[in-house]
């Protein structure tokens, strides 16, 4: 398939990701108590926003709410927008006849 990552550019995206959620562990697990209990309300509020965001469906390109999505796909790390782009794949999937496949 043309979106298929190659080996590459998936190790890349597996380091980083690895690498953000190791920060976040050492974050709440390393950080004197004050600090350590904002990190904690951060992350919720970025959990929340995000589960938000993959609720909301994308406003049309140009709508007055296109602004307030961005930011909250922003705030939410882009969940909403990888979730939108899921269903896009998914639909266009089934939109699609597959390919005999040769043996």
Do not use: C
């Amino acid at each position: 398939m043309a979106d298929t990552p190659t080996a590459k550019t998936a190790l890349v995206q597996t380091a980083k990701a690895g690498g953000i959620a190791s920060t976040l562990v050492v974050a709440l697990t390393q950080l004197p108590q004050p600090y350590a209990h904002w990190v904690e309300i951060g992350l919720s509020a970025a959990a929340i926003l995000g589960f938000m965001a993959t609720q909301i469906p994308a406003p049309p390109a140009g709508s007055k709410l296109w602004p307030v999505y961005r930011v909250l796909n922003v705030f939410a790390a882009n969940w909403g927008q990888a979730a939108n782009a899921a269903i896009l794949m998914r639909t266009k999937a089934a939109a699609t006849p597959s390919e005999p496949k040769a043996n």
